[in-house]
């Protein structure tokens, strides 16, 4: 019996097995069915695997102490001054201190070492510096500019204090830097120019510490806060007509109020629920390392600088904070180039409930006494006078020593900025910042041929796959070009421009450059002789808006009717589009009457008439109207049309006798006739004005030509050539000067015939004529001076026979003036005196020098030497 049942449970075991293995060929069978893909779904897979990006991961950027070259740097960076060895010791004796009475706090930040290992006391690597940029004298320009500037370079650690703290000269030099880095040379620069700043050794969240920005929204998606304007309360007038009674029924009112109600409720509760799940996805993963990561930032106090509230600065993004939001987790230390300051408050909820009075010693701990808040010097007078009371003079002495130590001067060089590196900015003259749903890229001025310089790419989601639009700032374009705003939805294109364009042109809203589509344009009306603010166009009209026209049009509207013709750009004038109506509008006149100043002019020219709308009057509802049905001047045949009362309709408020006759109905449809003519030329001007501006649109942007500074002389190759062509014609110009200054043959030279060849008695009649113009030069000189030597005389003579007769009633003041008087013209006598006599003595000297010159002068010497 047992071998049966051993038997019997064999076969079934076979048996299990076998079904077993007959499931798992179906299995295998069914799987391979279902992996086999028609056409349609290979496609897809083809275009989802398509659309899979694989990024190459960068090298990471690495900023050690291996990468700087230590042989170029001043003595100050390789050691120590008895100063600043000093300052170290008491350093090292305040973080023993610290650590007994808080040994349950991390180490302080106090002297890392340099670049050359040389271990240096933090507040002496800030180097205050103004530079010479306007741009970097306010804050957020400035930190904008570091943030630009630098690469960012993590920490070796994130819950570690760094082991070295760079000079801001070497930061700026590789343009690489880790947070620490970034806060000093931000602090640097906003010290010098004026700001209440400190760096900031503490702890942030994850994406502070990492630069992680796309859970940030862009600053320039932001809008601003919109203020309520508050509607000034209308006073009911005494005796207003009262409105009309409301007839319906209240229940049904407020059932259906009721009902609104419900839905708004609903629709805000589905909002909120929204928002909520959109809150929760923006969420970032639980960090482990949550409040245990380092990072530096800087802090500006309020007062310097007009600044109203203190607020923090994030070097990396150069984005401000409030001092109690909840990217900052706590605060360790504090320093600047004065001082240096422990954080003794709590930080159990952040920086939400720190008090930013340093003077206070109970909050803030402080290194040296020397400082300028003014709570800390009350401390130390009361200290003073305890001492003065408890202690000895000796004990005090001493302490007024050890208190009096101050910090050392900056070991760091002066920091500079070559206008170079401030205009490149970014490393390598580009930069990309990822933001939440969308993209900013930097670029430097001059790197792009379009003068692109930044460019902001907003997504429809957070996976950034589908564009939805596109803004781009530019610079230094001839077409002044400032602006391009793209939506890629809607396929609109906006154009902003800056003012000075010949064309005056603002903004261009536009589909697509073909004409007779739909756009907007909008002009610097101030520019333009017609006033013209802004004109909308599609295909079938065009509205004008004008401004400061001394013929008061506000408003031009055209509409068009169908061309019979294909539109063709080059024969606009040959087919133009048929107008039907022209409307106008105009503003109120006040120098005429209500009743003859237009308001608003319809020209229906495919019905041929005209209607006219004046102004309303004063505490008037109802205006004057007319309207005119236009005939021809003479009829089928030739004979002249004659004014009919049923071609004019009027309306008017207050009739007058004047306006019913029909020879002033006849004169204002004549003038209404040629307005109309001019408002057709107009039009037809504008349509001409659309084509030009596209068409120089087209050019512009085919040739996208950059403006260059004329004191821009590295890239101003038009004004470098005009300077070194003016400075040649200067220096040609100036030695034929002094070629014609010492060629005393050139005024008789030029007498002679060009290119003959001179005789001997040209020779001697050259030498004697200059001979003799030199003889008479000498002599006019010394007649000259002689006459200048008798008028003088002649005149003293005069003065003093005028004082002679007028001696006895003369006043003292007359007498000051004589007596000053003769002194000057004796001094001038004896001058002109002197210069005669030496003119006499040198006069022969000169001449007979002149003429050693000419016997030995190379064009005359073959003819003259005869008579040497």
Not at 218 to 244: F, G, M, N, R, S
């Amino acid at each position: 019996m047992e071998v049966l049942k051993e038997k019997i449970e064999e076969e079934e075991a076979a048996e299990r097995e076998a079904e077993a293995e007959q499931a798992a060929r179906r299995a295998a069978e069914k799987e391979r069915e279902d992996t086999i893909l028609n056409q349609e779904e290979l496609i897809d897979l083809e275009q989802k695997l398509s659309e899979i990006e694989v990024h190459i991961p960068e090298d990471p950027v690495i900023f050690s102490k291996s990468t700087i070259d230590t042989s170029t740097l001043p003595p100050s960076y390789r050691a120590n001054s008895a100063k600043e060895q000093l300052l170290l010791q008491v350093a090292d004796n305040f973080a023993r201190q610290y650590n007994h009475l808080c040994p349950d706090r991390e180490p302080l930040f106090l002297h890392p070492l340099n670049e050359c290992d040389v271990p240096k006391f933090v507040s002496t690597t800030i180097r205050p510096t103004l530079m010479p940029y306007p741009e970097l004298y306010n804050w957020d320009s400035c930190a904008e500019f570091v943030s630009d500037f630098l690469t960012m370079v993590p920490l070796p650690s994130a819950i570690k204090l760094p082991e070295y703290l760079f000079s801001p000269t070497s930061v700026l030099k590789y343009q690489r830097g880790n947070c620490f880095d970034f806060s000093i040379l931000l602090c640097s620069l906003l010290i010098g120019a004026g700001y209440d700043a400190y760096c900031v050794s503490g702890y942030a969240t994850q994406d502070l510490c990492s630069m992680d920005l796309t859970r940030e929204v862009c600053p320039l998606l932001k809008k601003p806060k919109e203020v309520a304007e508050e509607k000034e309360k209308v006073v009911p007038k005494k005796y207003t007509i009262k409105p009309p009674r409301d007839l319906r029924s209240k229940f049904e009112l407020a059932q259906v109020a009721k009902k609104e109600a419900e839905i708004i409720a609903a629709q805000e509760k589905k909002r909120k629920e929204e928002e909520e799940r959109l809150l929760e996805l923006d969420k970032p993963p639980p960090d482990p390392m949550h409040g245990l990561r380092i990072h530096a930032w800087v802090l500006i106090l309020c007062g310097r600088r007009e600044v109203p509230e203190s607020f923090f600065i994030d070097p990396f993004t150069a984005r401000s904070y409030s001092t109690q939001d909840e990217h900052f987790l706590g605060i360790e230390s504090i320093w600047n180039h004065k001082n240096y300051w422990v954080n003794m408050q709590d930080c159990w909820n952040g920086c939400k409930d720190l008090i930013f009075d340093l003077g206070d010693p109970v909050r803030w701990e402080f290194l040296l006494l020397e400082t300028e808040k003014p709570y800390l010097s009350l401390y130390e007078t009361e200290e003073e006078e305890e001492f003065t009371e408890d202690d000895g003079i000796e004990n005090l002495d001493k302490e007024d020593e050890e208190n009096n130590f101050d910090m050392p001067g900056s070991w760091v060089e002066q920091i500079s900025i070559s206008p170079k590196d401030f205009e490149t900015r970014c490393p390598l003259g580009k930069k990309v910042i990822q933001y939440k749903q969308a993209k900013l890229e930097k670029w430097t001025p001059y790197l792009n041929g379009n003068g692109l310089v930044s460019r902001l790419t907003i997504y429809e989601n957070v996976d950034c796959h589908k564009v939805v639009e596109i803004r781009e700032w530019y610079k230094n374009r001839e077409d002044l070009l400032e602006m391009r705003q793209v939506d890629k939805v809607s396929n609109w294109t906006t154009e902003y421009f800056k003012p000075g364009h010949f064309l005056a042109l603002r903004v261009h809203i536009y589909k697509n450059m073909i004409p007779e589509t739909e756009r907007t344009m909008e002009f610097y009306y101030l520019a333009r002789v017609d006033g013209l603010v802004k004109r909308t166009e599609t295909s079938r009209s065009m509205t004008e808006y004008y401004e400061g026209r001394l013929d008061f049009l506000a408003y031009r509207h055209i509409d068009y009717g169908i061309r019979t013709k294909k539109f063709n750009i080059n024969s606009a004038d040959s087919n133009p589009r048929p107008l039907l109506k022209i409307t106008e509008r105009f503003n109120r006149n006040l120098k005429q009457l209500a009743d003859d100043d237009v308001a608003e002019r319809i020209f229906v020219v495919s019905e041929e008439r005209i209607l006219l709308r004046y102004h309303c009057r004063e505490d008037y509802i109802t205006t004057s109207k007319r309207e005119f049905q236009k005939s021809n001047d003479v009829d089928n045949k030739g004979n002249k049309i004659i004014m009919t009362p049923d071609m004019c309709i009027s309306y008017e408020v207050e009739p007058r006798e004047h306006t019913k006759k029909l020879l002033f109905q006849y004169e204002m449809m004549m003038e209404l006739k040629n307005q109309e003519r001019i408002s057709k030329h107009q039009v037809w001007e504008s349509e001409m004005e659309v084509l030009e501006i596209l068409k120089i649109r087209e050019e512009e942007e085919d040739t996208h030509n950059l403006t260059v500074s004329i004191y821009d002389t590295k890239r101003n190759e038009k004004s470098k050539e005009q300077r070194e062509a003016l400075e040649r014609q200067a220096q040609e110009e100036h030695m034929r000067q002094v070629e014609a200054e010492l060629d005393y043959l050139a005024p008789f030279l030029v007498q002679l015939p060009p290119g003959e060849k001179l005789t001997r008695w040209q020779a001697l009649r050259l030498k004697d004529e200059c001979l003799n113009d030199f003889k008479q030069r000498l002599i006019d000189k010394a007649n000259l001076i002689q006459a200048r030597f008798e008028k003088e005389t002649q005149e003293l003579q005069k003065k003093q026979q005028w004082y002679q007769e007028n001696q006895v009633t003369m006043t003292m003041e007359d007498e000051d003036a004589y007596l000053t008087y003769c002194s000057q013209a004796m001094f001038r006598i004896r001058i002109l005196e002197q210069r005669l006599n030496r003119h006499k003595e040198l006069a022969p000297q000169k001449y007979l020098a002149l003429e050693e010159k000419l016997y030995r002068d190379p064009r005359l010497i073959e003819y003259l030497k005869v008579f040497v």
